[in-house]
């Protein structure tokens, strides 16, 4: 079965930082790309950032990139989102779900997602 | 970027009855379309991708169709389990997109 498991969210300060990590078990990691998905509070679905199991191909949406970073830990089968600069718009639940990049591929597992709250 | 719409933005609809939601591309992505189900406090779910393949465990009331710009989620007769928000995306291309999603709740 597949498991997706967020961590890493809580309250930060405007200009904060966070490293967002999503642990995944029952499947090949490497044979995988997994993503990031955002959703603010009563709001509709946001894609983020996506990379490949074997960490060599990215994409960003286009509104995120230099603030934020993904990456991955084959050997822990884990994804990160390093987040900087944070915003009161980032404020979301971020949720990771599995894909692939190469190919025309649907999110079809996903977390249940870690809430970022940016404030002071 | 392509951009997703979705119609209606609420669906008012009474238990048993017929719900027809609908989705239009900005420009062509063949079949790589996909509908989610999400219930509150829960994350999203796929329901349909490839346009009208449902994913596994999803019961036949549900069902998809359309390409190109056009699609269409119908669910046969409501269920009080499928009230929830339907939200479709296209993965035809990088950046990935959802459209604004349809509520459906219960009339």
């Known amino acids: 079965e597949v498991q997706l498991v967020e961590s890493g969210g809580g309250l930060v300060q405007p200009g904060g930082s966070l490293r967002l990590s999503c642990a995944a078990s029952?499947?090949?990691?490497?044979?995988?790309?997994m993503s990031w998905v955002r959703q603010a509070p009563g709001k509709g679905l946001e894609w983020v950032s996506v990379?490949?199991?074997?960490?060599?191909?990215?994409h960003y949406a286009d509104s995120l990139k230099g603030r934020f970073t993904i990456s991955s830990d084959n050997s822990k089968s884990t994804v990160y989102l390093q987040v900087n600069s944070l915003r009161a718009e980032d404020t979301a639940v971020y949720y990771c779900a599995k894909t692939l990049v190469l190919q025309p591929t649907p999110f079809d597992s996903w977390g249940q997602g870690t809430l970022v709250t940016v404030s002071s | 970027e392509i951009v997703m719409t979705q119609s209606p933005a609420t669906l008012s609809v009474s238990p048993g009855e017929r719900a027809t939601l609908s989705c239009r591309a900005s420009?062509?992505?063949?079949?790589?379309l996909a509908w989610y189900q999400q219930k509150p406090g829960q994350a999203p779910s796929l329901l349909i991708y490839?346009?009208?393949t449902r994913a596994t465990g999803i019961p036949a009331r549900f069902s998809g169709s359309g390409s190109g710009t056009e699609f269409t989620l119908a669910i046969s007769s409501l269920q009080s389990e499928d009230f929830a928000v339907y939200y479709c995306q296209q993965y035809n291309s990088w950046p990935r997109t959802f459209g604004q999603g349809t509520e459906v709740e219960i009339k």
């Open positions: 490839g346009a009208s």
């Open positions: 990379i490949t199991g074997d960490g060599k191909i990215t």
């Open positions: 420009q062509s992505i063949s079949s790589n």
């Open positions: 029952g499947f090949t990691f490497t044979s995988y790309a």
